[in-house]
């Protein structure tokens, strides 16, 4: 981790990636329960993800890509 804090645009890619993955789970009429036993995440976690508050790890993002049925690329674009 580093010691520095992040700077600003690291954490708004965070919520705009964030953002994409509630508006692909919603568009699938998704909620964050299902979205967790789809993948196997916790709603806490799933909620986390789309808020942007911690950082997630890219195993995360490729099992929620393949919950929602899109690319991890969709997802972080």
């Given amino acids: 981790m580093p ?3 992040l700077p600003a645009w690291v954490l708004t890619r965070r919520r705009a990636i964030g953002d994409a993955v509630r508006a692909a789970r919603t568009a699938r009429k ?3 329960e299902k979205l967790g036993e789809v993948t196997g995440l916790d709603r806490k976690t799933i909620n986390r993800v789309e808020q942007g508050t ?3 790890s890219v ?3 490729l099992l929620i890509a393949d919950g929602l049925d899109v690319s991890l690329a969709d997802l972080v674009r």
Avoid: I, V
Wanted: charged fraction near 15%; glycine fraction near 0%.
């Fill in 59 to 61: 195993d995360h993002l």
């Fill in 30 to 32: 998704m909620s964050q």
């Fill in 3 to 5: 010691s520095e804090p």
């Fill in 54 to 56: 911690h950082a997630t």
